[in-house]
């Protein structure tokens, strides 16, 4: 039996107070968490970090589909597994190519997708801070992915 947690996601202040200024600093928060995440692909070989970095891709889009099944609604269900379906076989073309240049896009279409969930169109319940940790992380994985690859 696994015991539940009544503890709280331990988020700096200036994130839990919201507005302009908490959205920046979550902004920031993603850049930080994907910079840190860049450390193992960066050790790796370079196939082996596009391997990685492709499987992520269709990875972090299934955290809305969790979002999604959380939510309950059929609607927010089928929005988020297109949303999953569409990233991964994007990552899957990406990796068969292989292609930087689309695992890049791939990733900054998924921030765009973080955006689309930002006070507009879909609407799954989450976290409102989610939306920004997830376009910072995206978009310096995408750079990073141009970059090197």
């Not at 899957?92 to 689309?116: C, F, N």
């Amino acid at each position: 039996m696994v015991a539940s947690s009544t503890r709280e996601l331990p988020l700096p202040a200036t994130i839990t107070q919201g507005g302009r200024s908490g959205w920046l600093a979550a902004l920031v928060a993603g850049v930080i968490l994907g910079g840190v995440t860049l450390l193992i692909p960066s050790l790796l070989p370079r196939d082996t970090a596009f391997g990685l970095l492709a499987i992520l891709l269709g990875m972090i889009a299934s955290v809305y589909l969790g979002y999604a099944l959380n939510d309950g609604r059929l609607r927010a269900f089928e929005v988020e597994y297109v949303g999953m379906v569409a990233f991964t076989v994007l990552a899957t073309i990406a990796l068969a190519r292989p292609s930087g240049v689309l695992l890049a896009l791939g990733y900054l279409a998924h921030g765009l997708w973080d955006l689309v969930h930002h006070r507009r169109g879909v609407d799954t319940r989450m976290p409102w801070w989610y939306v920004p940790v997830c376009l910072g992380y995206d978009t310096v994985v995408a750079l990073y992915v141009l970059v090197r690859f």
